[in-house]
């Protein structure tokens, strides 16, 4: 029969994008219960699902901050059978770490990481009770490596990556599937509400020639690499169906090839100087020059595939 997908933060980008994709399957083998903080925000998902609407697509209220609505909306499904949990929500916070407020990490924690914790003990009992299921994360390249600004959220990622490792192990023996799926890059909503905060925060306790590198090599470094290697939110609804439909679902997904040698420098030395000083490189000495980052990141793509004798494309 059909498998019953929960996601959350479906009101935009990913979330939403993943929600049609799957809704929209022409041997209708989903039912998809998107949910979302606030239903008022709905219009772009309905519109965007069309038909599916109502027949493989029903919305819900929930917010992965809050143990109550949590708990409501898994109650509020029929037997709380849910096969597949794809865990979505997510937000973001840059800047430097000594301007940062410790109230603005906590919340990143609480959505990114608090979040999935509180969703996977909600839904994985009954998924070991029934001895099937799968749970899913969007997690982010920055699970798999720190960037300079983005400390916080990468850490909240990394937090997540070793909840499902541990998680995946566990679960093998209840035939309960884990997988991470780790974008790149992707435009939607998320980059411009973090690029919206930038130019409202003052970052009062860095000081100046931190804040001048955060400015003058970072956020062009960050723009540049939307423009240059940004992903759709289809995209990203493309792998992760792929990975839901796999006789063996990969616990580890990147979404986007030009950042496989990147993510493989961290494990090609041992001490992970490697990857730290070429992240250095990037940012300080090439980050303010227009789109050379871009042009490394798929300069070593480039080199990456020559080398194992596949063609580029
Ligand atoms: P987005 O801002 O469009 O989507 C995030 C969604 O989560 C929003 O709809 C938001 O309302 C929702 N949300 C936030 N807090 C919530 C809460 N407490 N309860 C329920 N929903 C909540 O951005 P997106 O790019 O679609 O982000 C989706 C996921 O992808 C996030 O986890 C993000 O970390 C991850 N990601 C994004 C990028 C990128 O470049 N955009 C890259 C890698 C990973």
């Known amino acids: 029969g059909q498998k019953v997908v929960l996601i959350t933060g479906c009101s935009s980008g990913i979330g939403l994008a993943i929600a049609v994709m799957l809704a929209k399957d022409e041997m209708k083998r989903y039912y998809v219960i998107g949910t979302m903080?606030?239903?008022?925000?709905?219009?772009?998902?309905?519109?965007?699902?069309?038909?599916?609407?109502?027949?493989?697509?029903?919305?819900?209220?929930?917010?992965?901050?809050?143990?109550k609505s949590v708990k409501q909306c898994v109650n509020s499904i029929k037997d709380r059978h849910i096969d597949i949990l794809i865990n979505n929500a997510g937000v973001g916070l840059v800047g430097p770490v000594e301007a940062l407020s410790l109230?603005?990490?906590?919340?990143?924690?609480?959505?990114?990481?608090?979040?999935?914790v509180r969703m996977i003990k909600e839904v994985m009992p009954d998924m070991k009770r029934r001895r099937s299921?799968?749970?899913?994360?969007?997690?982010?390249?920055?699970?798999?490596?720190?960037?300079?600004?983005?400390?916080?959220?990468?850490?909240?990622?990394?937090?997540t990556?070793?909840?499902c490792e541990g998680l995946a192990i566990q679960l093998m023996k209840f035939n309960v599937n884990v997988s991470m799926i780790?974008?790149?890059?992707?435009?939607?909503?998320?980059?411009?509400?973090?690029?919206?905060?930038?130019?409202?925060?003052?970052?009062?306790?860095?000081?100046?020639?931190?804040?001048?590198?955060?400015?003058?090599?970072?956020?062009?470094?960050?723009?540049?690499?939307?423009?240059?290697?940004?992903?759709t939110p289809e995209d990203i609804a493309k792998v992760t169906k792929k990975v839901i439909e796999s006789a063996q679902p990969p616990f580890r997904n990147l979404t986007n090839p030009l950042y496989t040698p990147?993510?493989?420098?961290?494990?090609?030395?041992?001490?992970?100087?490697?990857?730290?000083?070429t992240f250095y490189h990037m940012l300080y000495n090439l980050g303010g020059i227009m789109h050379v980052s871009v042009r490394i990141m798929k300069f070593l793509s480039f080199e990456w595939l020559r080398r194992r004798a596949i063609s580029p494309t």
């Open 37 to 67: 903080r606030d239903l008022k925000r709905k219009d772009k998902l309905v519109e965007a699902a069309g038909d599916a609407y109502g027949k493989t697509l029903a919305l819900l209220t929930l917010d992965v901050c809050s143990d």
């Open 103 to 116: 109230d603005d990490m906590k919340q990143v924690f609480e959505t990114n990481f608090f979040g999935v």
């Open 133 to 159: 299921g799968h749970i899913m994360v969007i997690s982010s390249v920055l699970g798999l490596h720190g960037v300079a600004f983005n400390d916080v959220y990468s850490a909240s990622k990394f937090a």
């Open 161 to 163: 990556e070793g909840l």
């Open 182 to 231: 780790e974008p790149g890059p992707v435009n939607t909503e998320f980059e411009m509400k973090v690029m919206t905060e930038v130019s409202k925060k003052e970052y009062a306790g860095a000081d100046p020639e931190t804040l001048n590198h955060f400015r003058t090599c970072y956020l062009p470094t960050q723009v540049n690499l939307f423009k240059g290697l940004g992903q």
């Open 262 to 277: 990147i993510v493989a420098l961290k494990y090609a030395d041992e001490t992970r100087s490697l990857s730290v000083h």
